[in-house]
DNA sequence: ACGCCAGATTACGGAATTGTTAAGAAGCAA
DNA sequence: TTGCTTCTTAACAATTCCGTAATCTGGCGT
């Protein structure tokens, strides 16, 4: 019986409020990261791959609507349940918030026993695709995202982190072409900047290491996963 | 005289009751420690090594509720029962109570005798499970969590302590990425801090202990067990 | 045919990450 | 205390990964 309730990462420029609902949820189980601010948040949330984010929306540096946008663009965050944090009679971002993908919002001051249930809640709608191993299979084809494995045929073909995630990327929507712009974002982060050649490469390297052509050029506009 | 019945820790402020409990089950040859308050029970807890746990809700320096949360939370006690010790008409902590992981409820003041059933049926409902050793196997490995060894081709390895849950982690769910971050939080703790190169250091005493090959690393992501 | 352009390919160096080792600190038992 | 094991750290080695630049290829319009 070794089930954990799961991972949360606390976004607050506040210490006290992040401190106050660590050790709360600290007590229930979960395992605990705490970012100041947005920058630091998207950092956090790729090293840690929280179950959850709570996100504070007033912020420094980069506000929590800013912030969950660029999460929610990212293809590795897509089952990672959010809720905002908000001030009294804030209803204004609550909507918004909403509308760009927040999953629930609480409003300070917090009270323990329903931050517990809403953050189980939502842990709840979540999980039951996170229980089981998260794996596609494109006919011979398979991507575990789970174990971080490409296999051909049954046979493993060993990716970098790099390329594993930009297959993973193309192959959450096969078929759909994906812009240049849009995989460096998603991919790389809006903070990274890097030449243009550089995702080639990358693509070089996953065409070379599959043996097929899973992968089509779609020439000035971008690239796009597709079994032959 | 039979096989001893079991080890309990009482937790209560009042100094009468468990003195009163305690003569009554020591009669019944069951071991018995106390604990006057939350903060007392769980250091105790540790150390004693329980099979049950007799919990009072209304405490000093922390309640019942928070205590048994805190227990709950912690893995070494998956295993052990807690009964709450309710005042008569606390209906509304039962309920809590049962929710975040108590196993039944007494009501004060207590009947020795039905003190005496319920501690029985709760410890037989538990028993079971920890009677049968809990062992996985994974080809010619072993890993026996009760006994707390590991075995390959029937030849026992002695793994140290952080060794040993460490691939305990890993091998509960084996091919499984966990990020090292993950791992230093549930195996170290989430107030420790040890430097990066730790896990490395243990995973490499585990590999070379163990012989073969059974944690793969990926690199900027973490370690998996895995058979090769 | 020529030049142009977007992408393909290749190789290389720096950066980041992990492996390895030894030594000291901390813990524990006798 | 002493002697032992375990844990952690720090320093260095080894490895892998990543981004870039330089060069190549093939399609396209002129």
Redesign the pocket.
């Known amino acids: 019986m070794e089930v954990f309730p799961g991972k949360i990462l606390i976004v607050d420029d506040e210490p006290d409020i992040v401190e106050f609902i660590s050790y709360n949820l600290k007590s229930k189980g979960y395992l605990i990261a705490a970012a100041k601010d947005g920058v630091e948040a998207i950092r956090k949330a790729k090293d840690f791959r929280p179950d959850l984010i709570l996100l504070d929306i007033m912020m420094p540096n980069k506000d929590g609507i800013e912030t969950i946008r660029e999460l929610r663009a990212m293809p590795e965050f897509d089952d990672t349940a959010i809720i905002f944090l908000t001030a009294l009679n804030d209803e204004k971002y609550e909507i918004e918030g909403l509308k760009i993908g927040a999953d629930d919002f609480i409003s300070k001051p917090i009270k323990p026993e329903l931050l517990a249930t809403r953050i189980g809640s939502a842990l709840r709608r979540f999980r039951k695709d996170e229980e089981q191993e998260q794996k596609q299979t494109f006919g011979d084809l398979e991507i575990n995202k789970t174990k971080f494995t490409v296999s051909y045929k049954g046979v493993d073909i060993?990716l970098?982190?790099?390329?594993f995630e930009l297959l993973c990327l193309l192959a959450s929507k096969p078929g759909r072409v994906f812009l240049?712009n849009e995989i460096l974002q998603r991919v790389?982060g809006t903070d990274?900047?890097?030449?243009?050649?550089?995702i080639?490469?990358?693509?070089?390297k996953i065409?070379q290491k599959v043996g097929i052509d899973l992968i089509t050029?779609v020439?000035?506009?971008?690239y796009k996963f597709e079994m032959s």
Chains 1, 2 share one sequence.
């Open positions: 060993l970098a982190k790099k390329e240049r790389w990274v900047i890097v030449g243009d050649r550089t080639d490469v990358h693509i070089r065409r050029t020439k000035g506009v971008g």
